[in-house]
């Protein structure tokens, strides 16, 4: 996903453009991380002033949803599903190679190149292992398709690999 | 030159994780390349997520499917005849007489599949927007009556009436009501709403329609989760062609009376399903419960009366309107009537979507329609209606799926989610991981839940770890009672469900001779 870096004269135009809406602030969150890749701490104030509602309000949405980040994430952004469906097709084994072979792991690493999360259902339940890898939905992961993805390998070919691993 | 050929492509989130949109640029190029022309239509998912991507084309006998069908594959399915439908190792013959389709009441899934989800003119060829034409010359009232009639329980798990929540909001006063859909499809093993929203979006839309002229609601929104990319913009795009069509706007297919409706994005917390959560998290704040009563019938979003309902709910609306609740209500057994599509997940070998009128058994669908295990292994347990519902043993199997005998057998249905494990599963590992879920996911407003849950992973991992093994069993079972009567929600309330149910069924896992990494 192709992010510009955080532009507060953009960031105030995004928030007055949603701000009239009923229940602004969550459209106003996803559209500030889909435009700069995170939500500045910056843009707390804005929000809050724009919306008539404290700061306090702000950073609580903020942090309380798993969706929002504070810092931009790596350029590429794997969200593996570790829920029951997928733990019953071995998620857990590659979050395990994963961390024993790669030296990744999930929400605690993040680098300019990577970043893995753990998401809990993608909904891709019947094909598991499944993963979110920027935005596009990958089914029958295994270890070497999933380290391919993590060293930026096409996606649309992870995709097909699983297609024909049926 | 004759018409072009019209071959069928899912664009299904699923299908697309199995490479259907490299399929499709690979018969664009090879079509292209021996001059023939043949229109492609994206479609949604027939639901035979094991066969993906499933290529159909429309011949005279009906639509042939072949399939799973490779970039790979195009060349020689073309010299096989594919235009034609030309016998293939890959053919499975006419899609409508394929085993796993003729063997389900698809009543709300008919169009899934079949049409182009953004085609309006197709929905109306399939059938389409005879409900709300329909509705636009009854009374709310009886809209409600009709709803009501036929049976329809909540089908995002709860199971409440739809009818008795839709008389309420009618019978409210209030100059401003509100219907929304919750599509924040949370649950693991669960995937009907993403393919509905995905492959039939109409649908939904016009059961939302239906449902805001039945209780005098003007305004509509479906809360999808953000894990579902796909679903969020099929449905956003299919608002927007709606609206366009004079479908959603200022004057519902020009009768005079007003409803529109937007999208919203979840951000990522599994709470938000749960509808008050829901409802806080629309309004933009925190997704923390509210304590019901006030009901959200009465007080809900904005403080205004509101129809809270599942996705599936609200779109077997269009449904029992067009064709009457008693035909409706003709599916299905003892209180539970109508159709459930059932989402068939985990370790099977033919996992997807399988539309039943209820009262089938676990073993139709996993081992009819599912074939068993994927790893070929035997079946040790079967969670059913997502993270929050019982692990049941294999056997168990023949319980039939309605509402009430599986609350009799200390389960439910939930949204419809069956997620196979195999006999290497550790149920133990999954009692823990229930805790574990519920820790990070509960929104922290009541003791016993926040506490509890983080309380039970802990108690679970030291009588795995062997210390003081009877008296943490003890604990276990005490804690659990506790979550179950005094959480505020579903969420506390539930949890105990899973960790229960591997304990009641499984009790060898939680005695194992102590490992040394499973200690705290």
Sequence with gaps: MAVAGWNEADAREIIARLAPIEGALLPILHALQDEFGYVDAAADEMIADALNISRAEVFGAIAFYHDFRRAPAGRRVVKICRAEACQANGCEQLITELRARHGLAPDETSNDRLTIETVYCLGNCALGPAALVDGELVARLDADRLAKICDGGSIEDAQVAAGASA | ?520
């Design chain 2, 1 to 520: 030159m004759s018409a072009p050929v019209r071959v069928f492509v899912p664009k299904d989130a699923a299908a697309s994780s199995l490479g259907a949109d490299a399929v499709v640029r690979a018969l664009v190029a090879a079509t292209h390349e021996r001059g023939v022309a043949v229109e492609i239509v994206r479609t949604g998912s027939r639901g035979m997520l094991w066969l993906e991507p499933l290529v159909e084309v429309e011949t005279a006998q009906g639509r042939i499917a072949y399939g799973p069908v490779a970039p790979r594959d195009v060349a020689s399915l073309l010299d096989a005849g594919l235009l034609s439908g030309g016998a293939h190792r890959l053919s499975h013959g006419v899609v409508d007489k394929m085993d796993w389709m003729v063997r389900q009441s698809r009543v709300t899934f008919a169009r899934v599949g079949a049409i182009d989800p953004l085609s309006l003119s197709d929905y109306r060829a399939h059938g389409g927007l005879r409900g709300l034409e329909r509705a636009l010359r009854m009374s709310g009232a009886d809209i409600v009556e009709a709803v009501k009639q036929s049976g329809l329980r909540g089908r995002g798990g709860a199971g409440f009436p739809t009818g008795v929540k839709w008389k309420t909001v009618l019978d409210a006063a209030a100059p401003q009501k509100y219907v929304v859909c919750n599509a924040d499809e949370g649950d693991s093993g669960t995937f009907a709403d993403r393919m509905l929203m995905e492959g039939d979006p109409f649908l939904l839309i016009e059961g939302m329609a239906i449902a805001g002229l039945a209780v005098g609601a003007t305004k509509g929104y479906v809360y999808i989760r953000s894990e579902y990319p796909h679903a969020f913009r099929a449905m956003s795009d299919a608002i927007d062609v709606a609206r366009k069509a004079g479908v959603l706007g200022a004057s519902v297919l020009g009768c005079g009376r007003a409803f529109d409706m937007e999208a919203r994005l979840g951000a990522g917390a599994y709470i938000c399903g749960e509808e008050t959560s829901l409802l806080e998290s629309l309004e933009g704040k925190r997704g923390v419960v509210r304590a019901k009563p006030p009901l959200p019938a009465l007080e809900g979003l904005f403080g205004k009366p509101t129809i809270v309902n599942n996705v599936l709910s609200l779109a077997a609306v269009p449904t029992i309107v067009a064709d009457g609740a008693q035909a409706y209500a003709e599916y299905g057994v003892g209180r539970s009537r109508g159709t459930l599509p059932f989402q068939l997940a985990g370790n099977v070998k033919r996992g997807g979507l399988v539309e039943l009128a209820f009262g089938a058994t676990l073993r139709d669908v996993i081992e009819g329609f599912g074939g068993g295990t994927r790893s070929g292994r035997p079946i040790r347990a079967v969670q059913v209606g997502g993270p929050l519902g019982a692990y049941l043993p294999a056997s168990q199997l023949d319980a039939p799926l309605d509402y009430e005998a599986f609350a009799a057998i200390g389960a439910m249905l939930g949204h419809g989610g069956i997620v196979v494990f195999d006999d290497t599963v550790d149920m133990a590992a999954q009692a823990r991981f229930a805790f574990e879920f519920c820790a990070k996911e509960s929104c922290g407003k009541c003791t016993p839940c926040r506490i509890g849950a983080v309380r039970g992973a802990e108690t679970v991992g030291r009588i795995v770890a062997g210390i003081e093994r009877e008296k943490n069993l003890v604990v276990l079972d005490d804690l659990n009672k506790l979550m179950t009567d005094a959480s505020l929600c579903a969420m506390g309330g539930l949890t105990p469900m899973p960790v229960m149910s591997a304990l009641r069924h499984f009790p060898e896992d939680f005695r194992r001779a102590p490992q040394r990494q499973a200690a705290e």
